[in-house]
């Protein structure tokens, strides 16, 4: 990779991880975005979006933790089964069609989540309990889904969390931020147990996505006009779906 296409891929990657940590995700589908618009392999892409999810998601838990808006409640039920779901998803090995197809798809729904971000609840008694049956089973779908494609579940988990009212604003972020860590965990474990690995070149990247999951979650990027850099963000994720499935046909 020639220095230009990494300084540009660092920018970016900071720019993703700054505004997907001020809603409490990782920013997974923001970097594979980013690295779509490069000649990467789908192993290379997954894996690396995954790590610097770990650590980005990783800091938007601590600082929703601290904060009171954690509840391991609601969440657990939703962590029993992704985690081993999200493990065997990483671990099977598909097509690059199907990937890139796969791919396309989540990014349109994490534009989609990424656009109606402040649409939740915000009053308790608007919102509805899930059942564990229910959770259990969206868990599972979602862990599986995500770890074939490298992400960490956080851009279907919230938007069904929001569009059902089962919890405002918060605590779907702190949600969705520990469902985020450790199904990107499982995802890189089945990966890495069918060898798949990170190339070194990407390793400085995780020190470009700290500085802007750190921003990103202590300061939030409302200071920057954050609505509007989320929905302008959402269409580059549209961009790039669009051309995943025009470069498959």
């Not at 929703?64 to 029993?80: D, E, N």
């Not at 989609?112 to 609840?121: E, N, S, V």
């Amino acid at each position: 990779m020639d220095p230009a296409s990494f300084i540009i891929i660092s920018i970016l990657v900071f720019l993703v991880a700054a505004l997907y940590s001020s809603v409490g995700h990782g920013g997974a589908s923001g970097y594979l975005a980013v690295l779509s618009f490069f000649a990467f392999t789908p192993s290379t892409m997954a894996s690396t979006a995954l790590i610097l999810n770990v650590l980005v998601a990783g800091i938007a838990l601590i600082a929703y933790a601290k904060a009171g808006h954690l509840s391991l409640r609601l969440a657990w039920p939703f962590l029993a089964l992704s985690i081993p779901a999200a493990f065997i998803g990483g671990f099977i090995q598909i097509s690059d069609k199907t990937y890139f197809l796969l791919l396309a798809a989540a990014l349109v729904v994490a534009a989609f989540r990424l656009a109606m971000q402040g649409a939740a609840p915000e009053k308790d008694e608007a919102l509805r309990t899930v059942s564990v049956p229910v959770s259990l089973g969206a868990g599972a779908g979602i862990g599986f889904l995500s770890g074939i494609v490298g992400v960490g579940g956080g851009i279907f988990l919230s938007p069904i969390m929001i569009i059902l009212k089962w919890a405002d604003t918060k605590r779907t972020s702190a949600v969705a931020a520990l469902f985020i860590v450790v199904n990107s965990i499982a995802g890189l474990a089945g990966r890495f147990a069918k060898g798949s690995l990170v190339e070194t070149e990407f390793l400085p990247l995780i020190v470009v996505a700290f500085l802007g999951g750190i921003l990103g979650s202590h300061y939030g990027a409302n200071r920057f006009s954050g609505m509007v850099l989320r929905r302008l963000l959402s269409i580059v994720l549209l961009i790039a779906s669009a051309k995943l499935i025009l470069a498959l046909f």
